[in-house]
């Protein structure tokens, strides 16, 4: 593991670490976001707002989080926390962190959050398998017990499909899969494919409106393939735990300029001064792009990798 502090872009000082194949990027003076991800030295896999396009700068910002507090997208992953509420979700946080190394791990604190009740931290540790183990924790700053579920967003470049397995479980008369909509959501969108086993969605760049879908995936495992790259997210589930927006712990999200690559935590009480951590796996590898979208070829992509 190799670690590097750069100026990137419009991000300031980034700490660029390279473990075998796959390069990241996190931002030490905003965020917490990974910004950059590639493999091999490919391309970014990561979505970046260089031109700051997607922020909230509204009255109810204000109202919540101080004069002139403004929260930008950037891009890269993020850690919210869910439920979501405006203006709460959308946190301020565009301070420095700190950072350290101990071993093979780099953890990224918020130190500061203006009228937040939370606060965020990233924790990567790099494995001896070329995988990357993702911490992301929500600590409670406030004086009270918040409820809520540990958020994990990847906001991924455009142009590829995310996919997602649904469960076959054999429940008899019982329901055995739970997909959850948006008021916006339209299933009719040429973007969205339905087959018997899994969901898929492409980000199309032409779409000119929003989509949003939503699963609960007994597997925890999402994906996104994108420039002859596969991004594989895998996350633990509990049968017995309750989750947010109906139930669910996997969510995709595009729009015009990025795809969202979601995975949530089981809803939890956290006590003043408490934090809750909910840990993704992250693997990389070469991966033809898809022509089209079956139960076939989706399932032979997730037996070779």
Not at 105 to 133: C, H, R, W, Y
Not at 170 to 189: A, F
Not at 289 to 300: F, R, Y
């Amino acid at each position: 593991m190799n670690i590097e502090i750069l100026e990137y872009k419009n991000y300031g000082k980034t700490a660029f670490i390279t473990h075998g194949n796959i390069k990241l990027g996190i931002t030490t003076e905003l965020g917490p976001r990974v910004i950059y991800m590639s493999y091999n030295g490919g391309e970014n896999l990561f979505f970046e707002d260089i031109n700051r396009e997607t922020m909230r700068n509204d009255p109810p910002m204000s109202d919540v989080f101080g004069k002139d507090a403004v929260w930008y997208l950037y891009g890269g992953h993020r850690i919210w926390m869910s439920p979501e509420a405006y203006p709460e979700t959308y946190l301020n946080d565009n301070f420095p962190l700190k950072y350290e190394q101990n071993g093979n791990s780099v953890t990224f604190s918020q130190q500061t959050l203006p009228n937040s009740k939370i606060m965020t931290e990233l924790k990567l540790v790099f494995e001896n398998d070329g995988a990357v183990s993702v911490y992301n924790t929500v600590k409670n700053v406030s004086s009270e017990t918040v409820n809520g579920s540990v958020w994990a967003l990847s906001v991924m470049a455009q142009g590829g499909v995310g996919f997602v397995k649904l469960s076959d479980e054999n429940t008899g008369l019982l329901p055995n899969r739970r997909i959850v909509l948006w008021p916006y959501t339209k299933l009719s969108d040429k973007r969205l494919t339905l087959t018997d086993k899994f969901i898929a969605v492409r980000q199309d760049k032409t779409a000119g409106c929003d989509f949003k879908i939503a699963c609960e995936s007994k597997e925890g495992t999402v994906y996104y393939l994108n420039k002859n790259v596969l991004f594989k997210k895998t996350f633990a589930y509990d049968e017995n735990a309750q989750y947010p927006d109906w139930g669910v712990n996997c969510e995709f999200f595009t729009g015009n300029n990025f795809f969202e690559l979601e995975s949530l935590s089981a809803l939890q009480d956290i006590p003043a001064g408490s934090s809750i951590t909910h840990k993704e796996i992250w693997a990389l590898s070469e991966c033809d792009s898809l022509t089209e979208i079956s139960d076939d070829l989706l399932e032979k992509i997730i037996k070779n990798h």
